[in-house]
T-cell receptor, first 113, second 119 residues
Framework: GESVGLHLPTLSVQEGDNSIINCAYSNSASDYFIWYKQESGKGPQFIID?????DKRQGQRVTVLLNKTVKHLSLQIAATQPGDSAVYFC????????????FGPGTRLSVLP | NAGVTQTPKFQVLKTGQSMTLQCAQDMNHNSMYWYRQDPGMGLRLIYY???????DKGEVPNGYNVSRLNKREFSLRLESAAPSQTSVYFC??????????????????FGDGTRLSIL
């Protein structure tokens, strides 16, 4: 398998349960955030985004919550499925390099049968 | 299918060799990026091109050069490879299809990476 993702925090959930993945961000001025999913051997895949004028945004089986007070972002996955097993990471719009994104190292989600 | 295509998928080099990683996108995006991904770390920006004709350094540009060949293509060159450049390299693009200019609040779309080992 892919060596990327070594030493990452791991979240193990039972199939069918809900998953919550957390992310702390650093730039209090950031106004845009994204969650990505990365499967082994693949590139990051866009899941959902949220702008700072919102606290919550829902997609299909996923919800992103933004708490600007404590600079915290979370991704909730409802009814977790085996295909959800992957590394998930957040990205915040940074202050440098043309306001490019700063990516977190990620959390590995493991779905148990 | 529309997306970002990277070549090659795998490459092994000897220290001191040079090579160019190719990237092409067919989403009519204005902006393109090169990242490297190392174990346990977030993606780090090497270079980016906000629009055709411009390129700028990112967080870790040393040892690399880029060329924005046209709107579709953005290549990354290692002039003299070093073991510290062993990594997985990702190209990405973003923008509002068909629109000119740099839109910062747009998600980036990634290729599947080039796995590069330097001995």
């Amino acid at each position: 398998g892919e060596s990327v993702g070594l030493h990452l925090p791991t979240l193990s959930v039972q199939e069918g349960d809900n998953s919550i993945i957390n992310c702390a961000y650093s730039n209090s001025a950031s106004d845009y955030f994204i969650w990505y999913k990365q499967e082994s051997g693949k590139g990051p895949q866009f899941i959902i985004d949220i702008r700072s004028n919102m606290d919550k945004r829902q997609g299909q089986r996923v919800t992103v919550l933004l708490n600007k007070t404590v600079k915290h972002l979370s991704l909730q996955i409802a009814a977790t499925q085996p295909g959800d097993s992957a590394v998930y990471f957040c990205a915040e719009k940074g202050a440098n390099y043309g306001q490019n994104f700063v990516f977190g190292p990620g959390t590995r989600l493991s779905v148990l049968p | 299918n529309a997306g970002v295509t990277q070549t090659p998928k795998f490459q092994v080099l000897k220290t001191g060799q040079s090579m160019t990683l190719q990237c092409a996108q067919d989403m009519n995006h204005n902006s393109m990026y090169w990242y490297r991904q190392d174990p346990g770390m977030g993606l780090r920006l090497i270079y980016y091109s906000a629009s055709e004709g411009t390129t700028d350094k990112g967080e870790v540009p040393n040892g690399y050069n880029v060329s924005r060949l046209n709107k579709r293509e953005f290549s990354l060159r290692l002039e003299s490879a070093a073991p510290s450049q062993t990594s997985v390299y990702f190209c990405a693009s973003s923008g509002v299809p068909g629109q000119v200019g740099f839109y910062s609040n747009q998600p980036q779309h990634f290729g599947d990476g080039t796995r590069l080992s330097i001995l």
